[in-house]
């Protein structure tokens, strides 16, 4: 019996021993194709000799030095790498161990601000259905999931909630991108006017939703929409790319997409790719002055926060996804994979919609295409997509409840940015007997 309280009970899972490039090796030999880069975390695949020898070099000199009383040379150089391509006015770092972290500090930052920027009566955050923003108890109370949320919905905090941009399933038949995302930005005023405007702090979103959606990409121009709203009533507008940034949708930060500049920028995952664990906020000038000039500290942080290896395996990573070109690789590699997906499932009889950017794919699973009537939750449709794509080698993100928190498959991909053309054509040779197994044994139910 294994003693470790694993996330399903009733899983026995393969020991991971190993990993080279974009494969896992686990135990009994087996490699897997790692589609998903873990959760869109380990975007230099599993064996960068630089990155590995930054961390033993820190590892060596220092571990650990508490942040209330030093800082550290890895720390300092990796602020001033991200502030020095963040978006404009985004030029201080806050360090967090992972993203709900990330998150959390962020919405007490805002919290801070308010306070300090003379509007305590601003406390109320608004974010979207169908968002992901982390498990700790604020960032679930901030994020729309409600198969995440459910069991604990009497601890998590009252926030409130607006619709997703999810132009597959939301937007009307005869509406164009523009109304679309106009009549998003409108329900978002709405509320920010219902809650009661001088009383809300922030609006949280995903630039690009990650696994609750399946990489839905906003329509061209909501988020400046979003942005405008926001501005109009002193809202403060903050991204989350825990899981779509630092390269992983074709920019940098994938807000830069979009043409908007948040007051917060969350992010984990592919900032220290799975070397180390770490997340950060990028925080922009007109509301760390405030702090500065005003009580002069932030009254929020962690034991292992900005921790010096943690900064140094993050330092390298991102080194690495600027000197060696990697967000062009992911442009790139990103049009081939999506080339390859539409080739394979573009007239597939059960994959109702193809979308993403960059290395951030998915395919989400119908019954039927043309009422896009998803397969019923008790299928379990997901679930057996991950077990057969595992048996041929490959690790992809199956989700589940893409329609409604209940209802609705989607596959999200997210592979590697090192992986190769001949790695792509692997993964969708694997996925596609997989998906084809997994439904045949659906739609033999
Ligand atoms: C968009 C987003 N925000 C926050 C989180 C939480 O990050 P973590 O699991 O590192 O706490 C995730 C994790 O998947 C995420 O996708």
Same mark, same amino acid.
């Given at each position: 019996m294994t003693h470790v309280f694993h996330r399903d009970q009733r899983t026995s899972y393969p020991v991971a021993v190993r990993g080279e490039g974009c494969y896992i090796i686990d135990s009994h030999g087996r490699r897997y194709l790692d589609a998903a880069a873990g959760a869109a975390v380990s975007c230099l695949g599993h064996s960068d000799a630089e990155v590995i020898a930054a961390i033993e070099t820190q590892l060596r000199r220092l571990p650990y030095a508490v942040t209330s009383f030093f800082t550290t040379e890895p720390a300092e150089q990796l602020a001033d790498l991200l502030a020095?391509?963040? @978006? @404009?006015? &985004?030029d201080r770092v806050w360090f967090a161990l992972d993203g709900s972290e990330a998150v959390e500090s962020a919405l007490k930052l805002a919290r801070q601000w308010a306070i300090e920027a003379g /509007? @305590? /009566?601003?406390?109320e955050i608004i974010s979207r259905r169908q968002s992901y923003h982390g498990n700790t108890l604020g960032a679930l109370s901030a994020g729309g999931n409600a198969f995440r949320r459910a069991p604990y919905e009497p601890l998590l905090v009252p926030m409130h909630h607006v619709s997703p941009?999810? @132009?597959?399933?939301?937007?009307?038949? #005869?509406?164009s991108d523009a109304v679309y995302g106009e009549r998003l930005a409108r329900e978002l005023e709405h509320e920010i006017e219902r809650v009661g405007a001088e009383t809300v702090l922030a609006f949280i979103a995903e630039t690009v939703v990650g696994a609750?959606?399946?990489?839905a990409c906003a329509v061209p121009g909501y988020f400046r929409r979003a942005r405008e709203v926001c501005d109009r009533h002193g809202v403060l507008l903050i991204l989350d790319e =825990?899981?779509?940034g630092l390269g992983r949708t074709? %920019? &940098?930060? #994938?807000?830069l997409a979009e043409d908007v500049v948040p007051d917060l920028l969350c992010l984990a995952k592919? &900032?220290?790719?799975?070397y180390q664990p770490v997340g950060a906020v990028l925080i922009h000038r007109r509301i760390s002055q405030v702090v500065t000039l005003g009580?002069?500290?932030? /009254?929020h942080g962690h034991?292992?926060? +900005? %921790?010096a290896v943690a900064c140094a395996g993050a330092l390298a990573v991102q080194k690495a996804i600027r000197s060696r070109g990697l967000v062009d690789t992911v442009r790139e590699r990103g049009r081939s994979l999506e080339h390859w997906l539409r080739e394979r499932f573009?007239? %597939?009889?059960? =994959?109702?919609d193809i979308r993403g950017r960059g290395l951030f794919w998915t395919l989400e699973l119908v019954r039927d295409r043309d009422s896009k009537q998803p397969f019923p939750?008790?299928?379990g449709l997901h679930a057996r997509i991950k077990a057969e794509a595992m048996q041929r080698g490959l690790t992809c993100y199956p989700m589940p409840g893409? =329609?409604? +928190?209940q209802r609705g498959d989607h596959i999200l991909l997210a592979p590697p940015y090192i992986i190769s053309e001949p790695q792509l054509g692997e993964l969708v040779d694997k996925l596609a007997p997989a998906l084809d197994a997994a439904i045949a044994s659906c739609v033999a139910l």
């Open positions: 020095s391509d963040a @978006p @404009p006015g &985004l /509007q @305590p /009566q601003r406390r941009c999810y @132009p597959y399933r939301e937007q009307h038949a #005869a509406e609750t959606l399946g990489s =825990v899981m779509c074709g %920019h &940098l930060h #994938a807000c592919g &900032l220290g790719a799975g009580s002069g500290a932030f /009254q034991t292992f926060m +900005g %921790h573009g007239r %597939h009889e059960y =994959v109702g939750p008790e299928a893409c =329609v409604d +928190g």
